[in-house]
């Protein structure tokens, strides 16, 4: 039953359109209670012009059910150097019982301040699900974004996030990941604007004891149509104690 109810819903999610950040990662909906984590996240994708991003966070499992972190963020490009993008507040709230139903269900909530304020501020809200058959792990999450206070109106957008892996061990598992954007939530983009990435990517986690371990994941997602960036590149890398 869990493997029909993840693919049913990871094959909808490769029918959209796709973009996304150089950095951007899948969100778990997990939470660990008291657990800290310095988190360092980077990417870089080439088009026309090669973008890079990378971010350094503070987060706190506050509740059993609520992670909250801090981020400041960076960009840099071929004709800018390394310069300040934006401060980020995440908040991942655990809304079932891990393991408990066929799927476990998460709700992230992103509020970010760019350094240039004529953007206003970004929310980023969503639905995060993730279900296991045996060594293998799916995960598939819908993003919702809008702009407040900007001098731009722009429309809320969907984007989404994909993931899937086989639990090998603990210091190594591999699997795929993809994301993407869909345009406005209400009125997709055409097939011919869209614009796709997916491809390999690993995982691993290394024990240190006293409640304290290094994780890390990374991918190598490529373009699937012609209006994606190429040669894209993403890591993340976290210390929990």
Known sequence: MRACVAVAVLTSFFALSALAGPSDYVFMPGVTYGEREIDFKMGTAKKDDRQSAASLGFGYGVTETWFTEIYRKYESSSNEGVHFDAWEWENKFQLTEPGRY??????IVELERP???????????????????GKV???????????????TTQRAQ??????GKYRWKPEIEFGVQGFGDAGSFN???AVADASHRMGPAVFGKFNLGNRRAIRYNAAWL???????????????IEYEF
Do not use: K, M
């Open 115 to 133: 350094a240039d304020t004529r953007e206003g501020y970004e929310v980023r809200l969503g639905p995060l699900f993730q279900t296991e058959f």
């Open 102 to 107: 066929p799927l476990d269900i998460g709700f």
């Open 187 to 189: 009125h997709w983009d």
């Open 137 to 151: 792990q799916l995960n598939a999450n819908l993003i919702f974004e809008q702009h407040y206070r900007s001098e």
């Open 158 to 163: 969907l984007s989404y996030q994909w993931q």
């Open 222 to 236: 490529v373009g699937t149509s012609g209006n994606a960036t190429h040669e894209n590149f993403r890591a993340q």
